[in-house]
T-cell receptor, first 113, second 113 residues
Framework: QKEVEQNSGPLSVPEGAIASLNCTYS??????FFWYRQYSGKSPELIMS????GDKEDGRFTAQLNKASQYVSLLIRDSQPSDSATYLC?????????????FGGGTRVLVKP | DVKVTQSSRYLVKRTGEKVFLECVQD?????MFWYRQDPGLGLRLIYF???????EKGDIPEGYSVSREKKERFSLILESASTNQTSMYLC????????????FGPGTRLTVT
């Protein structure tokens, strides 16, 4: 079992709809959770961080964390073609990783006009 | 704003050459990381450093070495480049002694021929 798992996609979403991305992690004591967006050929860009259970909203993005079920999700409301990218989930505090992050493989999102 | 810069966006080297990739961050971050990213394999950690002159191996250190002589600068060295080291190399930095968000540089696309 991978330590951080994401569906690779592609997740195809009509413009204006909500894109829902999920990420599960293996270590119950994980402390910090991040979502990155990566456009093709570019480097990952941090879009959200979340540390405690519940929802955190930032503009059109909402991160949801459920530590009991060991998953973190990202909702993108009013999806735009410019949201087409790969979204990476990253988890901190897995096992003896120290201050490293463990990244999932990413979910590719395609927003169709 | 955090700024992480990398010495080159694109680099072409020959097999057997010694290759230096440099990364500089301007936010006084303690931690710096080198990853490589290949299609289907995701982000893989090569080396990281949590302080000047300190380094730790990541998941795939073979064929690489690193140097951190100053806090803001972290170099990745390919001692004798091989074609299987053709990849996108990403540098990142983060603050503190707990797993916090990492900020990425623009990446270096290295081709070894």
């Amino acid at each position: 079992q991978k330590e951080v798992e994401q569906n690779s996609g592609p997740l195809s979403v009509p413009e204006g709809a909500i894109a829902s991305l999920n990420c599960t992690y293996s270590d119950r004591v994980s402390q910090s959770f991040f979502w990155y967006r990566q456009y093709s050929g570019k480097s990952p860009e941090l879009i959200m961080s979340i540390y405690s259970n519940g929802d955190k909203e930032d503009g059109r993005f909402t991160a949801q964390l459920n530590k009991a079920s060991q998953y973190v999700s990202l909702l993108i409301r009013d999806s735009q073609p410019s949201d087409s990218a790969t979204y990476l989930c990253a988890v901190g505090g897995i096992k003896a990783a120290g201050n490293k992050l463990t990244f999932g493989g990413g979910t590719r999102v395609l927003v169709k006009p | 704003d955090v700024k992480v810069t990398q010495s080159s966006r694109y680099l072409v080297k020959r097999t057997g050459e010694k290759v230096f990739l440099e990364c500089v961050q301007d936010m006084d971050h303690e931690n710096m990381f080198w990853y490589r990213q290949d299609p289907g394999l995701g982000l893989r950690l090569i080396y990281f450093s949590y302080d000047v002159k300190m380094k730790e191996k990541g998941d795939i250190p073979e064929g690489y070495s690193v140097s951190r002589e100053k806090k803001e600068r972290f170099s990745l060295i390919l001692e004798s480049a091989s074609t299987n080291q053709t990849s996108m190399y990403l540098c990142a930095s983060s603050f503190g002694r707990v797993p916090t968000e990492q900020y990425f540089g623009p990446g270096t696309r290295l081709t070894v021929t």
